[in-house]
């Protein structure tokens, strides 16, 4: 059993190219031990017919080679090579043996069954470990990449404290970043769509994801088939310094009444820079709409919301009274008759560039004089 042993370590590195070094050192000792228990369990330490074939003790051994393999790096199909060619050297020794010895070829097929059978219940007892391990390695690879991705958001990170946080998660530092905001409910696949260099965490009634800055139109085209469905808001790129810059504006838009609409579509913050600024602070914007339309309060509720589309129109299109009729789908002459009325309401208040700026401000911001 010794020149046994010492001929499957020996063809190991020489068959299986992962191992294609000496087996020396601590993972050279496990070979090697598990070898010895494979053979001795074999052929000295026969289980009886109702006992498992690996003992507790037994099961424990190969199980940690497999840890060992997962945090080697090395592939787990490495590993079952070697167990394979384990079984084959060991059979055809054993047959060496049988054929001098007289054994008819027939009575060695038990034993060929039994050595494959064993072989499989290692490997089971190997792949248990490595993926436990693999499991283990993913769990605190998310739980740092989260850690980091909160550092990022909260900004004032120092770059060397970010880069050993990003080196510790496996994590590659872009040059520039976008933010990403959508609901839990829509975020389920996320990891796979984004890919091993996003940065995706579950945070209070949103999910948030940091992926490097698409800048060319057929990358950002790319992101946003990959959101799409995912009611995503997809943040302005900042440098990577700025990331939490970048989820804040993501998440105002999120939270803008405005967009509140049945769209799953992805909406890139960029795209809608002055609807969002207009809601940027919503009791402000209702401070300024109650002064702008406090000359309407004595018209009657419907006047007042058709006054109101009749001065946004006005404003926008700069007093062009066809391309106002136009927006409202009414005859010229109609304008005019609300023009005058907007001239009797608010008087000199419509010469103030000042005051026509607030109102269309109020008015772009969805507000509209009260109903009441």
Not at 134 to 145: I, N
Not at 269 to 290: F, K, N, R, Y
Not at 304 to 317: D, N, P
């Amino acid at each position: 059993m010794p020149e046994l042993v010492e001929e499957i370590i020996g063809r190991i590195p020489q068959e299986v190219p992962e191992y294609s070094r000496p087996l020396e050192g601590e993972f050279g000792a496990a070979v090697r031990r598990g070898v010895e228990i494979a053979l001795g369990r074999l052929f000295i330490d026969l289980p009886g017919r109702d006992e498992p074939a690996l003992k507790p003790e037994t099961r424990a051994v190969y199980r940690q080679i497999g840890i060992g393999e997962a945090r080697s790096g090395r592939s787990l199909e490495a590993l079952l090579s070697a167990y394979r060619l384990g079984a084959r050297v060991t059979f055809r020794a054993a047959s060496g043996v049988a054929e001098r010895a007289g054994i008819e070829p027939r009575l060695m097929l038990p034993l060929g069954e039994s050595i494959f059978v064993y072989i499989d219940e290692m490997s089971a007892a190997s792949v248990e470990g490595f993926t436990e391990e693999q499991s283990r390695q993913v769990g605190e690879r998310d739980r740092r990449r989260e850690s980091l991705l909160r550092r990022l958001l909260g900004g004032n990170l120092p770059e060397v404290e970010a880069r050993r946080l990003a080196g510790g998660a496996g994590w590659t530092i872009p040059p520039r970043v976008r933010a990403i905001v959508l609901p839990p409910e829509h975020a389920e696949g996320l990891r796979a769509l984004l890919g091993d260099q996003a940065l995706i965490s579950g945070r209070t009634g949103e999910v948030v994801a940091l992926v490097a800055a698409a800048e060319t139109a057929k990358a950002r085209s790319e992101l946003a088939s990959a959101l799409r469905g995912r009611r995503a808001w997809i943040g302005p790129v900042r440098p990577w310094e700025g990331a939490g810059e970048s989820h804040r504006a993501a998440a105002m838009a999120a939270a803008t009444p405005a967009f509140a609409d049945d769209s799953e579509e992805p909406r890139f913050v960029d795209d809608h820079l002055s609807a969002i600024a207009l809601q940027a602070d919503p009791l402000l914007m209702e401070d300024l709409a109650t002064v702008c339309f406090e000359p309407m309060l004595d018209l009657r509720p419907a006047q007042r919301e058709r006054l109101a589309e009749t001065l946004l129109a006005w404003l926008r299109h700069r007093g062009e009274r066809a391309r106002i009729a136009e927006d409202l789908h009414v005859h010229p002459q109609t304008v005019g008759y609300r023009l005058a009325q907007l001239r009797d309401v608010f008087g000199d208040e419509l010469d103030d560039p000042d005051r026509r700026f607030e109102l269309e401000l109020v008015l772009r911001a969805g507000r509209r004089p009260p109903t009441d």
